[in-house]
């Protein structure tokens, strides 16, 4: 055993002793470990032994329930606390819990506005980004001038002539598609070979033969 951890475990009666006291609640030697090995360095060994010897004493009380042994001060040499001590208690610690609840309130709201200034743009980031969105809204004032000085715009009624034409092929173009199929559906009824034989010998060519997909009217 080092020295500062021999120094520790000579030092864990009276470590454990004003822990217990300060503390006033049952505690296990598990948790006494937990709560003071990181401050006080002290090993599990040395906190069973230490609570072992103070109980032994009579320094502090020891109850077993079950496998487990829980340990706590001795309530003898603290003073009887009254009735109207115990509501005045009561009282500060709804106070302080609601104080609590309103502190942890306003923590929550400065943690989401710092998440919000800590997501937002620095100001030198957000002069750069206003420097490229104008460049950007140059460029395309300079488009939109170049395209209204242009010469050969399509007139609405060029346009409306152009979706006229369309209409027309493509109902023209469904109405000889469907003739050429009721016709070639009835000379398969009675030809001895398959369809796509027929359309072989014949040297038809359909839209599928071409991924030639019909435009929606």
């Known amino acids: 055993m080092s020295k500062s951890r021999a120094e520790a475990a000579a030092g864990a009666p009276g470590i454990i002793l004003r822990y217990l006291q300060e503390q006033n609640r049952p505690y296990s030697a598990q948790d006494v470990f937990g709560n003071l090995q990181k401050e006080h360095g002290l090993g599990k060994a040395a906190v069973v032994k230490a609570l072992d010897q103070l109980a032994q004493q009579g320094t502090i009380k020891e109850k077993t329930y079950g496998k487990q042994k829980i340990y706590f001060a001795d309530q003898d040499q603290f003073d009887t606390v009254s009735d109207g001590d115990l509501h005045s208690l009561d ?127």
């Open 91 to 217: 009282a500060s610690i709804v106070a302080l819990t609601a104080k609590v609840q309103s502190l942890q309130q306003s923590c929550r709201h400065m943690e989401a506005e710092l998440k919000e200034l800590t997501n937002s743009l620095t100001t030198p980031e957000m002069q750069r980004e206003i420097q490229e969105l104008k460049k950007e809204c140059a460029r395309y004032t300079e488009r939109l001038k170049n395209i209204k000085a242009a010469t050969n715009h399509v007139t609405p009624e060029e346009k409306e002539k152009v979706y006229r034409d369309r209409q027309k092929y493509c109902r023209e173009w469904r109405k000889r598609k469907r003739m050429t199929t009721e016709l070639c559906d009835a000379i398969l009824e009675g030809y001895p070979k398959s369809k796509k034989q027929f359309f072989e010998e014949v040297g038809i060519e359909t839209d599928e033969d071409h991924n030639v997909t019909l435009p929606d009217p």
